[in-house]
């Protein structure tokens, strides 16, 4: 999140973000998917509570998965006639018009549906969000879990940027291609699982000492309001769903 204060409601933003997600299963083509996340990257422009560079950089660690997935897709959605085909043993590996459409189409709606969960992610703080899902009649202790998987994936990124700092000023060489950069990070598993276990561990003990499994109403500082500039968002959010059905 950027340094200024949040202008916007977490419900009417968590109504946009969902409204994109919808409209990537509605959207058929590959170009309807472009299409919103060209729209997605408009709406974090504006807004402005997540700066375009971070939105982005939110969505480099996809790049592999993407690649993996073409290539997977385009091989097993294989229909119609085939640009190239290879047999090995009783399996056909193909590479249709068709499978890498199929491809493209799985590729670009995992991209659009990352992109808005990471914008809303960014941009929420998550005692907001916590308090927004209270208000919406969302037992506390269901809100909490959602808002603290919210916050553990930016969490557990960070954790690992400073592994991979402390490793680097070690002589840790990331040079090369992807693959090895890949094999060279490897060794930074075992240190990145033993702090998840003590982010884990840490957390359960604050969460007790809190009274965390105590009956009761519970009660917060923070409070969240509508404004007339949510109601913006609102219209957004229908106007995206509308203009998904009509694709």
Do not use: C
Not at 78 to 83: C, D, F, I, K, L
Not at 101 to 117: D, H, K, Q, S
């Amino acid at each position: 999140m950027t340094g200024a204060e949040p202008r916007f409601d977490p419900r009417s933003k968590l109504a946009v973000a969902l409204a994109f997600v919808l409209a990537g299963f509605l959207t058929g083509t590959i170009r309807g998917q472009l299409l919103f996340f060209a729209l997605l990257g408009v709406v974090v422009l504006v807004l402005g509570e997540v700066s375009i560079r971070a939105w982005l950089g939110a969505l480099t660690p996809l790049a592999v998965l993407v690649v993996l997935l073409l290539v997977l897709n385009t091989l097993f959605y294989a229909s119609g006639p085939a640009w190239y085909a290879v047999q090995i043993g009783p399996i056909r590996l193909a590479v249709t018009p068709e499978g890498a459409a199929t491809a493209g189409l799985i590729a670009a709606r995992l991209v659009l549906v990352a992109g808005a969960a990471a914008w809303f992610a960014l941009g929420t703080e998550t005692e907001r969000f916590e308090a927004a899902l209270a208000e919406l009649g969302v037992p506390w202790s269901f809100a909490f879990l959602l808002s603290l998987t919210i916050g553990l994936v930016p969490e557990m990124r960070e954790r690992f940027r400073t592994i991979e700092e402390s490793q680097r000023t070690r002589g840790l060489d990331l040079s090369g291609g992807p693959i090895a950069r890949t094999r060279a990070r490897l060794p930074m598993l075992v240190p990145f699982l033993a702090a998840v276990i003590r982010y884990g561990y840490d957390l359960s003990t604050a969460l007790t000492a809190r009274g965390f499994d105590e009956p009761g109403p519970r009660t917060s500082i923070t409070t969240v309001d509508h404004t007339r500039r949510d109601l913006v968002l609102y219209l957004l959010a229908v106007g995206v769903v509308v203009t998904a059905l009509l694709l």
